[in-house]
């Protein structure tokens, strides 16, 4: 089974467009990143810029409608996530406790679709989906 | 504590044992210096993880919890050995010296356990003086956390065989007094070898079920994949653990276009490829370029992974460079010559230079002996009669590879080319 570990940083949604992580931070993460990698449970990984330097595109009536970050109301955004490949629901919480967070942080756990997870119409509409670029096994 | 809240204790005690045992174990074996011992105190730490947590919670730092456990058992293990082995002497003052020189020990071990600690663990389970069967046993039990019923369900054995297997297995380590160690020099190609064909033969139990209705055991094949990248993590430098893992990817990258919509076995040259897994052929991709930049490209998994690169490459069977694959075998046949790599190198000289090519390459192996009962010879031969339009004999051998396969989607997949075949003339 695949899990997306979502990392949810205290303060992302109202960091400043050239705030970086210090290099502190960034060597406890890759302590952990390197654990996961050791253990053979790492298929992927990546940090986000903060939401000031994103955009949001909203709908209405089949419009798209544009609103640039730091988005007014939000209260956490996505700083980051790991894709792990494990046995268990339970092994990717248990992974993600490991995880180097701080006080009011947040870690997601989700698991990932695979393809039989849908019904057969669906996979059948899904067709070619495992060509598109990343999108790992189809296996539990 | 109502019984829905243990269930999900008991099965998060289960991922916390499948995250740290394999460190555990590798950990307390670098001061007990046997693994079957360490295995036993790991078991134990947990037996009492299972008493204590759903009642105290799971601690905050599991792994040093289950650390000081063991070291608690080990202590009082060491006592009971002392008494028996001593019987006179200076027990108490000797006994008190090796409980502190263990207690600190299995401390810097805690603190500690070292990638070697893991990689001697993963040698020891591997070693050549265990039956194969053990190996993967306990290859599987040690390094993966899979607890005897999950091989058992794996391998389709009663757990109680298992369980003997493994501990026939823990016995013979402590007979031979097998070092928990890393082997060096030449002795280190070799171990490698041997642990390399361990994973192999994991993935490959998973990938192709030898007998039974199940053709997939897609945990083990993952079980092996995660192995894989443990070993290339612990081993960056040895280009055949990067061959391998290219080997295990590009092959499980074809994982969903194996299976038909009832579960039957569908040919490589019939999958739709569009259901490859691109994102696994990539990363397949990446390991044998690491394998061929460390010189490893002319190795055994690393050439197999380069005749499954090109398959994943081409867009269609027919796109495949049938050439070059018969190059990469003649290779493969140098360095291991096996009947059923000649085998496959006929079918792809079929594909290459058409089937009258394909025929005559395969007459060589009419007489091998080690094919005799091997249910491809006749199969492919029937493939290739049928291309030439010799339907007859084509009927002949599809017959007879039919009465040879054990497989019930082989079984299933023959059938249906042999009513094809019984439709022609």
């Known amino acids: ?97 490991r995880a180097p967070m701080s006080d009011n942080e947040i870690v997601e756990v989700r698991q990932i679709y695979e393809r039989r997870d849908f019904p057969a119409d669906v996979q059948k509409a899904a067709e070619g989906f495992e060509e598109l670029p990343n999108a790992a096994a189809a296996k539990a | 504590m109502s019984d829905i809240r243990k269930t999900d204790i008991h099965k998060t005690i289960e991922a916390v044992w499948k995250i740290e045992s394999t460190r555990l174990i590798a950990g ?60 006179h002497g200076e027990i108490a003052r000797e006994l008190e010296f090796q409980q502190q020189r263990l207690g600190k020990e299995m401390d810097q071990a805690l603190d500690q356990v070292i990638d070697d600690d893991v990689l001697r663990l993963i040698f020891t389970a591997c070693h050549p003086v265990l039956a194969v069967e053990g190996r993967v046993a306990l290859t599987l039990r040690l390094a993966c956390g899979l607890t005897t019923a999950e091989i058992a369900r794996s391998f389709l054995v009663p757990e109680k065989t298992l ?51 199940e053709w997939m055991r897609e945990e083990l094949c993952n079980d092996a994949l995660r192995l894989g990248r443990i070993l290339v993590e612990l081993l960056p430098g040895e280009s055949e653990v990067h061959g391998l893992q290219a080997l295990m990817e590009l092959q499980a990258s074809r994982t969903a276009a194996r299976r038909g919509p ?111 009962n091997y249910h491809l010879l006749p199969s492919v031969r029937g493939d290739l009669l049928m291309k030439l339009g010799r339907y007859g004999e084509a009927r002949e051998e599809l017959q007879r590879a039919l009465a040879m396969a054990d497989n019930v989607r082989e079984q299933d997949l023959l059938s249906k080319r042999l009513n094809q075949a019984m439709r022609m003339d």
């Not at chain 1, 949810?8 to 996961?36: Q, W």
């Not at chain 2, 003997?164 to 402590?174: D, E």
Request: net charge negative.
């Open chain 1, 1 to 97: 089974m695949r899990f997306m570990m979502v990392v949810i940083p205290k303060g992302c949604e109202s960091a400043a467009a050239n705030a970086r992580p210090d290099a502190e931070a960034v060597a406890k993460m890759m302590e952990f990143n390197k654990t996961l990698q050791k253990a053979g449970v790492l298929l992927g990984l990546d940090g986000l810029l903060p939401p000031s330097t994103g955009a949001r595109v909203s709908y209405t009536d089949g419009e798209a409608t544009v609103t640039d970050g730091p988005f007014v109301g939000a209260s956490e955004a996505i700083g980051g996530y790991w894709i792990v490949q494990v046995r268990s629901r339970e092994e990717a919480i248990e992974w993600a406790k």
């Open chain 2, 163 to 213: 369980g003997q297997r493994i501990f026939r297995a823990k016995k013979t380590l402590s007979e031979a007094h097998v070092p928990f160690e890393t082997p060096r020099g030449d002795e280190l190609r070799k171990r490698v070898d041997a642990v390399l064909s361990v994973v192999y033969l994991i993935f490959n139990e998973g990938y192709t079920a030898t007998f039974g209705d």
């Open chain 2, 262 to 372: 009832a579960g039957a076995a569908v040919l490589l040259s019939e999958q739709d490829r569009s259901s490859w897994n691109h994102a696994q052929i990539e990363r397949g991709m990446a390991a044998l370029r690491r394998a061929q930049q460390l010189g490893g490209g002319a190795c055994s998994y690393a050439l197999q992974a380069a005749i499954a690169a090109c398959h994943a490459r081409a867009n269609t069977a027919a796109d495949t460079d049938w050439e070059r694959i018969v190059v990469l075998y003649d290779a493969l046949l140098q360095i291991s010559p096996s009947p059923v790599v000649a085998l496959n190198r006929a079918v792809a000289v079929g594909m290459a230079q058409g089937p009258s090519a394909g025929l005559h390459a395969l007459d060589a192996l009419a007489a091998e002996p080690a094919l005799a």
């Open chain 2, 28 to 87: 307390i074996a670098r001061v007990t210096h046997d693994i079957g011992i360490a295995e036993e105190l790991a078991q134990d730490a947990l037996v009492a993880a299972l008493e204590r947590w759903p009642e105290e919670g799971i601690p905050e730092t599991p792994a040093a919890w289950l650390m000081t456990a063991a070291k608690r058992r080990a202590i009082d293990y060491l006592r009971r050995g002392r008494m028996l082995e001593q019987k």
